[in-house]
């Protein structure tokens, strides 16, 4: 477990799952930070050198603007985190990161990762179809955002639901250090 994750768990702060309503709004800050240290880490590993420029092409990345004062927020942070283009193909892409420190349990106490709320994960499901693009789930899991212990990396058309069990996960591992890449022949991001 990384020192932040750490941390967090000593202060009751334990990101198995999406904050909701009821989460202090200090807590959600905590959250979106390390969302955006995850999404910073995702970005890097996939626009690692200026070389691979021209490979991937940022086309758009959420602006992750929210005002909890009144409520205001863009609704564009509802889409997910970066739409990307493979330049020698033109394909596009999109990909939504979630980081976890940890599983959470299910009823009969087994291990799940709760990765997205039915809401968003019917959002994402949405923008896929109408957008009609690929949508990737980036998922790191333990140590820190910017170091995870693990990455997996799943097609949203193979995600049936908003938890996923580690044997589910394990078929998408992508290994944490390692750059992503378009597979042509696939057109599938790994």
């Known amino acids: 477990m990384g020192l932040v994750s750490k941390f967090l768990r000593v202060f009751g702060i334990v990101f198995e799952e999406e904050p909701d309503e009821n989460t202090p709004e200090e807590t959600k800050a905590k959250f979106e930070e390390i969302g955006r240290a995850f999404e910073d880490h995702i970005q890097d590993l996939i626009f690692k050198n200026n070389g691979r420029r021209e490979y ?3 086309e758009y990345r959420t602006p992750d603007y929210y005002n909890a004062k009144n409520g205001i927020y863009a609704e564009s ?9 493979y330049n020698p193909t033109g394909d596009v892409f999109a990909v939504e990161c979630k980081f976890r420190s940890g599983y959470a349990k299910d009823k009969q106490g087994r291990p799940i990762l709760s990765w997205s709320k039915p809401a968003q994960f019917a959002r994402y499901q949405k ?4 957008k009609n693009i690929p949508v990737y789930v980036v998922i ?3 140590g ?3 170091n995870p212990e693990m990455i997996y990396c799943i097609p949203l058309s193979d995600i049936k639901y908003p938890q996923l069990y580690p044997s589910v996960l394990k078929k998408y591992e992508h290994p944490p250090t390692e750059l992503f890449f378009w597979n042509t022949k696939e057109k599938r991001l790994g």
Do not use: T
Request: no cysteine.
């Open 56 to 58: 991937f092409a940022l």
């Open 77 to 85: 942070n509802l889409d997910p985190d970066f739409r990307i283009r």
């Open 140 to 142: 790191g899991l333990g």
């Open 127 to 130: 923008y896929q179809q109408e």
């Open 144 to 146: 820190e955002p910017e």
